[in-house]
Antibody
Framework: QVQLQESGPGLVKPSQTLSLTCTVS??????????WSWVRQPAGKGLEWIGR???????KNNPSLKSRVTISVDTSKNQFSLKLSSVTAADTAVYYC???????????????????????WGKGTTVTVSS | DIQMTQSPSSLSASVGDRVTITCRAS??????LNWYQQKPGTAPKFLVY???RLQRGVPSRFSGSGSGTDFTLTITTVQPEDFATYYC????????FGQGTKLEIK
């Protein structure tokens, strides 16, 4: 079955760029049936969706993070990545990557009609922002 | 942005109890509503989509309902493994989570 694994530095200095990679195994990231997403969770707090990318590189991000977020995909490596710029202590969190599946009750649906959900998750990686 | 508000923030229950968690959206999201379960130190687990459809493998004691702005997740007979935090998430535009409801052992 599909598995996701996050990787990247566990410590980032304030004002620098946080970079994480999610490696997908057991399935192809190139499938048109899925998006690929990042979610984060500060210690003791709730989940925050960061953004998602398609296999073609199309992205959609959380407006609250404005232009600090860049999500990209590398189909040759079966990976997708997150870059978060100008980090502060508020960006300290566990970062999860997740597969976004979709459902439509009809045989053929336009994209806007699908129901999307995060059905496969990585185990998460802790990133601390500190000097 | 669509805000999701869960209630209660926490609740205590005994094994065998029936529990209901409520999620309210700040605007009409039809049935674009998912539920997740998270245990300490682990990633969230996907439970319910389209407000009421159970993901494969999710026990039938879980059920979801609702449409528009008001949704519920019900566990008919709470089992020891169900004590966790539950999150709703809207996928209407684009994705927002509720703040979570912690189900604790009484």
């Amino acid at each position: 079955q599909v598995q996701l694994q996050e990787s990247g530095p566990g410590l980032v200095k304030p004002s620098q760029t946080l970079s994480l990679t999610c490696t997908v195994s057991g399935g192809s990231i190139s499938s048109a049936n899925y998006y690929w997403s990042w979610v984060r969770q500060p210690a003791g707090k709730g989940l925050e969706w960061i953004g998602r990318v398609s296999a073609t590189g199309s992205t959609k991000n959380n407006p609250s993070l404005k232009s600090r977020v860049t999500i990209s995909v590398d189909t040759s490596k079966n990976q997708f990545s997150l870059k978060l710029s100008s980090v502060t202590a508020a960006d300290t969190a566990v970062y999860y990557c997740a597969r976004v599946g979709r459902y439509c009750k009809d045989i053929s649906c336009p994209n806007y009609y699908y129901h999307y959900y995060m059905d496969v998750w990585g185990k998460g990686t802790t990133v601390t922002v500190s000097s | 942005d669509i805000q999701m508000t869960q209630s209660p923030s926490s609740l205590s229950a005994s094994v065998g109890d029936r529990v209901t968690i409520t999620c309210r959206a700040s605007q009409n999201i039809s049935n674009y509503l998912n539920w997740y379960q998270q245990k300490p130190g682990t990633a969230p687990k996907f439970l319910v989509y389209t407000a009421s459809r159970l993901q494969r493998g999710v026990p039938s004691r879980f059920s979801g309902s609702g449409s528009g702005t008001d949704f519920t997740l019900t566990i008919t007979t709470v089992q020891p493994e169900d004590f966790a935090t539950y999150y709703c998430q809207q996928s209407y535009s684009p994705y927002t989570f509720g703040q979570g409801t912690k189900l604790e052992i009484k």
